[in-house]
């Protein structure tokens, strides 16, 4: 039988991308998108509008079209969640509960729910961070992460719910534009430089990030939801790791392409934001319970992007 799966968010940088990758695998009528736009906005058959703060109006969903999967990715991002706390905080996790509870009641079999480098705080190691090093986030979105691991954990070892997590680093994609992250530069800097040849950073150029190209990201996510449940030693979310650079260094990457590129640098309120992180991560627990390997550097990563947003944007 086959599975019905249904991903929040949908259309954000993960899951746009994500309900492609999932459709191709189950179908594309087993695979719900949800999101805050009318369905008349939206080209898809298998849309529903869901505010993912009305509790109700999710199980409703959930009961209509039978979901067993839930990827709940909907949440309010770094930089935004600073200028609003308090809604960030709900959002973030007043629908995350909604969703463990659904799974306590065995209303869904399976859930997926991000984490992120957030969690971190400026005590954490900077270099190789462990899979349970310190982590006193300094954020609000960091903190709601952090907060929201522990749950999956209590949920998992309470009521055995299957949930499942990963703590992305700064994710890259050409597919979407930027959505209020504080990593989000390092796509925003490879439009720049096929639009404008120059762009002014909000970081400064020796800041360096944990960072994700997206197909290595959809991959991990689906490679750990099919992953053996008795092989999984983590329940609060997976450390994940593939590159580590600079802002200089992604410049002096788009720079062998595009000769005549300029970077200048004024650091905002996300240089805080972005020191209060991690520069390396440790994923070996990832690479043992799960085999995780990432398979995009930084020189592949570059080719790949400004390639694909040529074509996107008729360059």
């Known amino acids: 039988m086959s599975k019905k799966i249904m991903v929040t968010g949908a259309l954000g940088q993960i899951g746009s991308e994500l309900v492609g990758a999932l459709r191709e695998i189950y179908g594309e009528e087993n695979v719900l998108s949800t999101d805050l736009k009318e369905a008349t906005e939206i080209a898809d058959n298998y849309y529903e509008k869901l505010d993912v703060t009305d509790s109700d109006k999710i199980a409703e969903l959930v009961d209509k079209h039978q979901i067993d999967v839930v990827y709940h990715l909907a949440a309010m991002l770094s930089a935004t969640a600073e200028k609003y706390p308090k809604k960030g905080w709900d959002l973030n996790m007043d629908s995350l509960l909604t969703f463990l509870e659904l799974a306590k009641e065995k209303k869904i079999k399976q859930l997926y729910w991000p984490s992120s480098i957030a969690i971190f705080g400026p005590d954490t190691p900077k270099n190789n961070t462990e899979q349970n090093a310190l982590a006193i986030p300094t954020t609000v979105y960091g903190i ?17 719910v299957d949930v499942r997590s990963i703590r992305y680093p700064g994710l890259i994609s050409w597919k979407t534009r930027p959505g209020g992250g504080t990593t989000d530069y390092a796509v925003d800097i490879y439009y720049q430089a096929l639009e404008e040849r120059k762009y002014e950073c909000f970081l400064s150029e020796n800041t360096a990030l944990p960072m994700m190209y997206m197909d290595d990201a959809i991959r991990a996510t689906i490679e750990l939801m099919h992953a053996d449940a008795d092989k999984l030693t983590v329940r609060t979310s997976y450390n994940l790791h593939a590159l580590s650079f600079t802002p200089k260094e992604i410049a002096e990457d788009i720079q062998k392409h595009i000769p005549d590129f300029e ?19 440790d994923d070996s627990v990832a690479q043992k319970d799960w085999n995780w390997k990432p398979k995009f550097d930084l020189s ?3 080719v790949a992007m400004l390639n694909n947003l040529k074509e996107k944007l008729g360059k």
């Open 263 to 281: 970077i200048s640098y004024k650091p905002d309120f996300r240089q805080q934001i972005a020191d209060s992180w991690p520069g390396s991560i």
């Open 300 to 302: 592949a990563m570059t």
């Open 144 to 160: 709601s992460k952090r907060a929201g691991e522990f749950w999956c954990n209590y949920y998992h070892e309470k009521f055995g």
